[in-house]
């Protein structure tokens, strides 16, 4: 069994900034792509950015700029430093990690539970 558990969420105003964590723990072999999913009230969840295993990076054109996604392979953790934000970036941020729990095993894909950001004044 593999845990995400993000911290680092919160109430900022308008321009601030946070840091969100996301450490995977568990029976785990390797972590492939990892990733920051948000979620507004009333809107579907949609990809923030995403990090490959060697650190390829993706951004939403809306974050493109302010955020900044970096991984600790050796910590198996996950970062998004949030610059600059704005009421619109308010959600629930989600963390992903395809992970492998042996060497010959499938990838799972697993989620954690979210954590609120809040922006506003």
């Known amino acids: 069994q593999v845990q995400l558990v993000e911290s680092g969420g919160g109430l900022v105003q308008p321009g601030g900034s946070l840091r969100l964590s996301c450490a995977a723990s568990?029976?785990?072999?390797?972590?492939?792509?990892m990733a920051w999913y948000r979620q507004a009230p009333g809107k579907q969840r949609e990809l923030v950015a995403s990090?490959?295993?060697?650190?390829?990076?993706n951004y939403a054109d809306s974050v493109e700029g302010r955020f900044t996604i970096s991984r600790d392979n050796a910590k198996n953790t996950v970062y998004l430093q949030m610059n600059s934000l704005k009421p619109e970036d308010t959600a629930v941020y989600y963390c992903?990690?395809?992970?492998?729990?042996?060497?010959?095993?499938?990838?799972?894909?697993?989620w954690g539970q979210g954590t609120q950001v809040t922006v506003s004044s």
């Open positions: 990090i490959g295993s060697v650190g390829s990076t």
């Open positions: 992903q990690a395809f992970v492998r729990t042996t060497e010959a095993g499938p990838t799972y894909l697993y």
């Open positions: 568990g029976s785990i072999f390797s972590i492939n792509a």
